[in-house]
């Protein structure tokens, strides 16, 4: 008999799905908390109270067991705490990579084309003529050998420099990037999460680097008071404090670290959405919250300068449309010669992206 016969999907509450979903939903709970187990499973509790989550076959409980047993999450030494293992940490930078990484590549923004041609590593539909001091593995030989057969006939057949043809090749140069982020007490005012879609932002541009451009070099810098440099593992874990925004300290560090670097393209993203109120003089802070304070500006800004000096762009993220602070910021990116973008938090990932993308791949001066 021929035709499609219909019945009634009944899904496995205790198949892949079942934890498969819970995963999702607890990873990015999980980040929220800063990287805080037991608080994120309280709210899982809390949610599946509310919206029904699990089913009598598949409850919180085995979501647990399971999550210990696949070696997401491991008990302390005490038996008493939850923490995190490396394979939970892994796991939300890689899924983060997909969830703004994979938006990218959708729309037209995520099209990562370079405008140049040089002896780069991607190969393009483009062909030219033989050049001196074109290599040999630059030579399209099937093309190359076309052209004989047409210039000079099968009996006489012959290859010359004129019928050689070139394989153009997009120019990528290796990177090195600063990201700096904001962990101000500003982030979390107003009732808006802002530093977990930093955290997420951060998480997968490492990732991004680290699997598919490992010869570029990622560091990453915290900064409120002081700034500090943080490792790729520790993202999930990084909190806002009681901190004000020191901004020269981060734009310091930051240029210390990239002067160590032997690479050409030196680049600074700074993702913050408030404006410097903080300075270190001597074992002292001086502090201002109250508008933008002339002395903490003029601080900023040379900083702005020496990273120009030191052919060091700074890309600025503002999280943040206040018309004065855009003003600062506008000056800011014009003393620097960078970029600046007023984002949304939904729209942080794509800027940030795009521009990685785009400036690995200019020409080296």
């Not at 930078?93 to 590549?105: D, T």
């Not at 700034?227 to 240029?255: C, R, S």
Request: charged share 30%; glycine share 6%.
């Amino acid at each position: 008999m021929l035709g499609h016969r219909f019945t009634n999907f009944i899904p496995d509450s205790r198949g892949k799905g079942a934890f498969e979903d819970l995963l999702k939903i607890f990873l990015q709970l999980v980040t929220i908390t800063s990287g805080d187990v037991s608080e994120a499973l309280n709210w899982m509790n809390e949610l599946d109270r509310q919206y029904k989550l699990t089913s009598e076959e598949y409850g919180m409980g085995d979501f647990i067991d399971e999550l210990k047993e696949r070696g997401y999450i491991k008990e302390n030494e005490n038996g008493e705490t939850l923490s995190l293992t490396a394979k939970s940490e892994m796991t939300i930078r890689r899924r983060s990579l997909e969830e703004i990484f994979g938006k990218l590549k959708k729309t037209v923004r995520g099209n990562h084309r370079t405008p140049f041609s040089g002896h780069g590593d991607e190969l393009t539909s483009d062909r030219r003529e033989y050049n001196f001091g074109d290599t040999l593995e630059q030579i399209d030989m099937t093309d190359s050998i076309k052209n004989a057969q047409i210039n000079h006939g099968i009996d006489d057949f012959k290859l010359t420099e004129k019928d050689l043809e070139i394989e153009e090749r997009d120019f990528k140069a290796l990177t090195s990037t600063v990201l700096m982020i904001d962990v101000s007490h500003s982030m979390v005012l107003y009732g808006e999460d802002r530093i977990t879609p930093a955290k997420k932002v951060a998480m997968a541009l490492s990732e991004l680097i680290t699997t598919k451009y490992p010869k570029d070099t990622l560091d990453i810098i915290a900064f409120g008071n002081d700034a500090w440099p943080i490792e790729i593992k520790d993202l999930p874990y990084l909190e806002v404090g009681p901190f004000h925004t020191n901004t020269v300290a981060g734009l310091q560090l930051a240029n210390d670290i990239l002067r160590r670097r032997k690479t050409n393209n030196k680049q600074i993203f700074m993702v913050t959405d408030g404006k410097p109120t903080c300075l270190k003089v001597g074992a002292k802070y001086y502090k201002n919250s109250f508008g933008l304070d002339r002395k903490i500006i003029n601080k900023t800004l040379d900083q702005a300068a020496i990273c120009r000096k030191q052919d060091i762009t700074v890309t600025t993220f503002m999280i943040a449309r206040d018309p004065y602070l855009q003003k600062f910021v506008r000056e800011f990116t014009k003393i620097n010669n960078g970029r600046a973008y007023y984002s949304s938090l939904t729209g942080l990932g794509d800027f940030l992206f795009e521009d990685y993308i785009r400036n690995r791949r200019k020409r080296l001066r």
